[in-house]
């Protein structure tokens, strides 16, 4: 299809809370004047995805990631604005819609528990009516990608978390969609687990140009998965470009690592804010705005005991952490 694959316009997500004091007074008078207060899970969201991008959908708790992707999946009616997912308006949940896209959430199951997930995955042919043809040969190939072979034929009980995911990911892409909606799916898996389911989307994207969005707690899998990132706190998105410049449009210092000489004993406070120190390192961080002003005083000031110095971003898990803490709250950045 032509143009975006994803295209989301100011969309909008308000729930309406009844609340009430505690006692039965309060219980009774609830039963003929109930009180309510409007709580904004998404608020004015807009951003859009090309065909076979994967892009991450960063935020913390109750930020509104999976109220927006249960939106685009079509299971929430938005309160405003617009999208189109492959096309089609996903609150109306045609079916040819419905065979373009998935949602796989960490912490839910599709695959019933007391049965093989080979015979769950029969049942999902006939709902989404896959030719015999072409059901095996996605099968053998979602089996070779996530190594199910010893898998397919135990309950699904029987099966570790980390297996579990494994079929979950196969039953949620044997009928090929061209989306896929990821939220938390490495949640609770130990480290070489998520490292494999990883190396998976990687792999599936690249044979078959899906278009994926994923949310994640785990920077790793940010890091490993997506060159472009959205974030999004108290239901406002704060910054949609590349992970790469995420440091430089969201963080306001950056960082100064020196080596001195052992045994030289520097005052560094006047140079910027010590953050980390031992006896030969340390690390300051510094205004972005005058980093080279720092740098130069540090190398003139300390020519005789300086071996080495370097200029970093933060890393992008400690940015992360303070825009989700609220140290730096930058304006909403439009997609560019």
């Known amino acids: 299809m032509r143009g975006p694959v994803i295209d989301v316009r100011a969309l909008t997500k308000v729930y309406r809370v009844h609340e009430r004091e505690e006692g039965l007074g309060a219980t009774v008078r609830s039963v003929f004047r109930r009180r309510y207060r409007e709580v904004p899970a998404v608020v004015d969201v807009s951003f859009s995805l090309e065909a076979g991008e994967v892009v991450g959908f960063l935020g913390p708790n109750g930020a509104g990631k999976t109220t927006t992707l249960k939106m685009l999946s079509g299971l929430l009616f938005p309160t405003g604005g617009e999208a189109s997912v492959v096309g ?3 609150w109306r949940r045609d079916e040819s819609f419905l065979r373009q896209i998935t949602l796989l959430m960490g912490n839910r199951t599709q695959l019933v528990w007391d049965i093989p997930a080979a015979d769950s995955f029969r ?7 896959i030719p015999d043809d072409r059901y095996r040969q996605v099968l053998a ?3 070779d990608l996530l190594d199910l072979e010893p898998l397919l034929h135990k309950p699904v009980r029987q099966l570790s978390l980390g ?10 892409l044997l009928h090929s969609p061209q989306v896929a909606f990821l939220d938390e799916p490495t949640l609770g898996l130990d480290v070489s687990m998520q490292v494999r389911i990883r190396r998976f989307v990687a792999e599936y994207n690249r044979r078959t140009g ?7 707690h785990y920077m790793d899998d940010v890091v490993a998965l997506c060159k472009r990132v959205l974030v999004i706190h108290h239901g406002r998105l704060l910054y949609d470009g590349e992970l790469g410049q995420l440091s430089q449009r969201m963080a306001p210092y950056k960082v100064i690592r020196v080596t001195l000489r052992d045994g030289a004993a520097v005052a560094l406070e006047s140079y910027g804010t ?12 510094v205004p972005r705005d005058s980093v080279a002003e ?4 540090l190398v003139r ?3 005789a005991s300086l071996l080495d110095i370097s200029v970093e971003d933060p890393p992008i898990e400690e940015v992360i952490d303070r825009v989700f803490a609220g140290e730096r709250m930058p304006e909403a950045v439009p997609a560019s």
């Not at 010590?274 to 961080?285: G, N």
């Not at 720092?294 to 005083?297: I, L, V, Y």
Request: proline share 2%; net charge negative.
């Open 274 to 285: 010590v953050v980390e120190r031992d006896e030969a390192r340390a690390t300051l961080r």
């Open 88 to 90: 089609h308006v996903p």
């Open 210 to 216: 899906a278009t994926i969005l994923l949310t994640s």
């Open 123 to 129: 049942v999902l042919q006939e709902i989404y009516r």
């Open 163 to 172: 297996e579990r995911m494994k079929v979950e990911f196969a039953a949620g």
């Open 301 to 303: 000031d300390l020519e």
């Open 141 to 143: 190939e979602l089996t």
């Open 294 to 297: 720092h740098t130069a005083r």
